[in-house]
């Protein structure tokens, strides 16, 4: 998912590393550089099925490992509401898996306890029901020669079936 507003990229596709660099051009396909609702383990999320739901919402569901993965997202003016629901496979259904919403901000926001502040000012405020964030360093490969900083805010539940809602919300900065 990729998500820009009003001029600012919030969310930003990581874009795929150097061929050069074996290591980074794994994590660059991978599930965790993306804003995805991750299976941790799981290295493949199989055939993604996309329904329109109404102008401003999608659903997309799919099988990663064998489990069952779906993700509603709701756009407003300035907002993204996503809510992923998942269970664990039916053939093993005490074991409880963790998985992970990962937010893939664009490079430029710097991440705090509740979100983020874009170079401009803009704030992106992240409120997930699975608790708190968890911020992490990456690589954004956008331009494949010249790598920048970015950073992966995310958030994670843990059982075997499992519910989280995150609400991203952009404040434009305050006139200069």
């Given at each position: 998912?990729?998500?820009?507003?009003?001029?600012?990229?919030?969310l930003?596709?990581?874009?795929r590393?150097?061929?050069?660099?074996?290591?980074?051009?794994?994590?660059?396909?991978s599930?965790?550089?993306?804003?995805?609702?991750?299976?941790?383990?799981?290295i493949?999320?199989?055939?993604?099925?996309?329904?329109?739901?109404?102008?401003?919402?999608?659903?997309?569901?799919?099988?990663?490992?064998?489990?069952?993965?779906?993700?509603?997202?709701?756009?407003?003016?300035?907002?993204?509401?996503?809510?992923?629901?998942?269970?664990?496979?039916?053939?093993?259904?005490?074991?409880?898996?963790?998985w992970?919403?990962?937010?893939?901000?664009?490079?430029?926001?710097?991440?705090?306890?509740?979100?983020?502040?874009?170079?401009?000012?803009?704030?992106?405020d992240?409120?997930?029901?699975?608790?708190a964030?968890?911020?992490?360093?990456?690589?954004?490969?956008?331009?494949?020669?010249?790598?920048?900083?970015?950073?992966?805010?995310?958030?994670?539940?843990?059982?075997?079936?499992?519910?989280?809602?995150?609400?991203?919300?952009?404040?434009?900065?305050?006139?200069?």
């Open positions: 998912m990729t998500w820009f507003l009003s001029g600012v990229p919030v930003s596709d990581r874009g590393a150097a061929k050069t660099d074996s290591v980074a051009l794994a994590w660059s396909r599930m965790p550089a993306h804003s995805t609702f991750e299976p941790v383990g799981q493949r999320s199989g055939h993604t099925r996309m329904s329109l739901l109404g102008p401003t919402r999608y659903r997309f569901t799919d099988r990663p490992g064998g489990s069952t993965r779906g993700r509603d997202i709701t756009f407003n003016a300035r907002t993204i509401s996503v809510t992923d629901t998942a269970a664990v496979p039916t053939t093993d259904p005490l074991t409880p898996w963790t992970v919403q990962h937010w893939q901000l664009a490079p430029g926001w710097v991440p705090d306890e509740t979100g983020a502040t874009y170079t401009d000012g803009t704030r992106l992240i409120v997930c029901s699975a608790g964030l968890t911020s992490t360093a990456v690589t954004s490969y956008i331009n494949e020669s010249t790598p920048e900083a970015a950073w992966d805010v995310s958030c994670s539940a843990t059982g075997t079936s499992v519910s989280v809602t995150t609400t991203l919300t952009v404040t434009p900065p305050p006139p200069v």
